[in-house]
């Protein structure tokens, strides 16, 4: 866990299921999506200061310190995580929901000229530049605050899928860099 004053411009992202369909509730998908933004921050330069999961969207709050702009890491994070979680749910043979989100992903793709078979995740990428740091900590505080509003956990820092963890000096499962 890295410390970091804030001292350049940083992203708020919302990456959100089509239809807010609730697919981060079996742990094999949300683990194919963490396995992505740790390939995209080793790989693709991508800086993580915050981020949360939640059932059917992911928060963050990032910037890039390799050669692509934040828009090219998440275009390249969502096409990759689009087909890796697909194909996960056509083989996860336990998915009760299989037909039904499989059915949701081809009529999204029918629908979009750009997607072959399945749209997994909506258009936008909703990022916003973060201007200033009380900016930054409303952000931090509303995507740590989420799954406490959302009254799965009483304390954001237990929270597993979060890096309000990082921010409690705790264990994350993601490195993030904690801002100050």
Same mark, same amino acid.
């Given at each position: 866990?890295?410390?970091?004053?804030?001292?350049?411009?940083?992203?708020?992202?919302?990456?959100?299921?089509? /239809?807010? %369909?609730?697919? =981060?509730?079996?742990?094999?998908? &949300?683990? $194919?999506?963490?396995?992505?933004? #740790?390939?995209? @921050?080793?790989?693709?330069?991508?800086?993580?200061?915050?981020?949360?999961?939640?059932?059917?969207?992911?928060?963050?709050?990032?910037?890039?310190?390799?050669?692509?702009?934040?828009? /090219?890491? %998440?275009?390249? =994070?969502?096409?990759?995580?689009? &087909?890796? $979680?697909?194909?996960?749910?056509? #083989?996860?043979? @336990?998915?009760?929901?299989?037909?039904?989100?499989?059915?949701?992903?081809?009529?999204?793709?029918?629908?979009?000229?750009?997607?072959?078979?399945?749209?997994?995740?909506?258009?936008?990428?909703?990022?916003?530049?973060?201007?200033?740091?009380?900016?930054?900590?409303?952000?931090?505080?509303?995507?740590?605050?989420?799954?406490?509003?959302?009254?799965?956990?009483?304390?954001?820092?237990?929270?597993?899928?979060?890096?309000?963890?990082?921010?409690?000096?705790?264990?994350?499962?993601?490195?993030?860099?904690?801002?100050?």
């Amino acid at each position: 866990m890295a410390v970091k004053a804030l001292t350049h411009e940083l992203y708020f992202t919302t990456s959100t299921v089509v /239809d807010w %369909l609730d697919v =981060f509730t079996r742990p094999i998908y &949300k683990h $194919i999506l963490l396995e992505s933004l #740790e390939y995209c @921050q080793v790989n693709k330069g991508l800086d993580i200061y915050a981020w949360v999961l939640m059932t059917n969207h992911l928060h963050m709050i990032v910037d890039t310190s390799g050669p692509d702009s934040i828009g /090219d890491v %998440l275009r390249d =994070f969502k096409k990759f995580t689009s &087909k890796s $979680i697909v194909k996960a749910i056509q #083989e996860n043979e @336990q998915e009760s929901r299989q037909e039904w989100l499989m059915n949701r992903f081809r009529f999204r793709a029918a629908n979009d000229k750009k997607v072959a078979n399945y749209k997994f995740w909506q258009e936008d990428n909703h990022v916003e530049t973060i201007y200033s740091y009380d900016f930054f900590k409303q952000k931090l505080d509303y995507i740590h605050q989420n799954p406490v509003r959302q009254e799965i956990v009483e304390k954001a820092e237990d929270y597993l899928y979060s890096s309000a963890r990082n921010y409690a000096g705790m264990d994350g499962l993601l490195n993030v860099i904690v801002a100050q």
